[in-house]
């Protein structure tokens, strides 16, 4: 049997409403081939979130159920929730030579970089710190107690953006989108 070429793994970061969001959006509606990793998170879902579609949303109970089995690839606490990436879906997507994306905040991503060091690490970065503030309270879902944590946050995950492969600059949603179209096309070789 020939050899099935394993995938390739992509980690996408960057801090809380830089926009990641809307631009993953369009990337996967023009590209079919690539799989997108839904997460599990004890966070309620906003307005416009679907079960399966954006995050698998659990208990705290569940969630640490899941490390306990140990079904995550990684996990954290961001924000005063826990986030974690399916062990399974990512490793059995990559043996059938499937790409995977996963979006995840920059110590989930260290651990994958551990785990993976053959992956494709991005980082969307804002304009700048307080144009991301201004895009975060904006967006008025989370209170200002929430706020001030992920403003926090920020400022830890923007220290360490040299880290990742790729820089890309979120100044306007179609040309980060055209940019991170490109690094697909270079890294996937076009397929
Ligand atoms: P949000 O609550 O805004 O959806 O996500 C908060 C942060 O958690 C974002 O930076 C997002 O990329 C990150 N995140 C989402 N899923 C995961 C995950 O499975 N693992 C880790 N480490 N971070 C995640």
């Not at 307005?47 to 698998?56: A, I």
């Not at 970065?125 to 920020?154: M, Y």
């Not at 979120?170 to 055209?178: F, I, K, L, P, W």
Request: charged residues 30%; aromatic residues 12%.
């Amino acid at each position: 049997m020939a050899d099935l070429k394993r995938g390739k793994l992509y980690v996408v970061t960057g801090p809380s409403g830089v926009g990641k969001g809307t631009i993953l959006e369009k990337f996967f509606n023009n590209n079919k081939n690539i799989y997108f990793s839904v997460s599990m998170t004890t966070r309620c879902p906003r307005p416009n979130e679907k079960e399966g579609v954006n995050y698998f949303f659990v208990s705290n109970e569940e969630f640490d159920r899941a490390v306990k089995n140990d079904e995550l690839l990684e996990w954290t606490e961001y924000s005063g929730n826990f986030y974690g990436t399916s062990k399974k879906f990512v490793e059995n997507a990559l043996l059938k030579g499937v790409d995977v994306l996963l979006e995840i905040e920059t110590q989930g991503a260290k651990k994958v970089m551990e785990k993976f060091p053959d992956c494709i690490t991005i980082f969307f970065a804002p304009p700048s710190f307080e144009e991301l503030e201004s895009r975060l309270r904006g967006r008025h879902t989370e209170d200002e107690n929430a706020i001030q944590k992920r403003l926090s946050a920020v400022r830890d995950e923007l220290s360490m953006a040299e880290k990742f492969k790729y820089n890309i600059v979120n100044d306007e949603v179609e040309s980060a989108y055209t940019k991170l179209q490109a690094v697909y096309d270079f890294e996937s070789g076009g397929k």
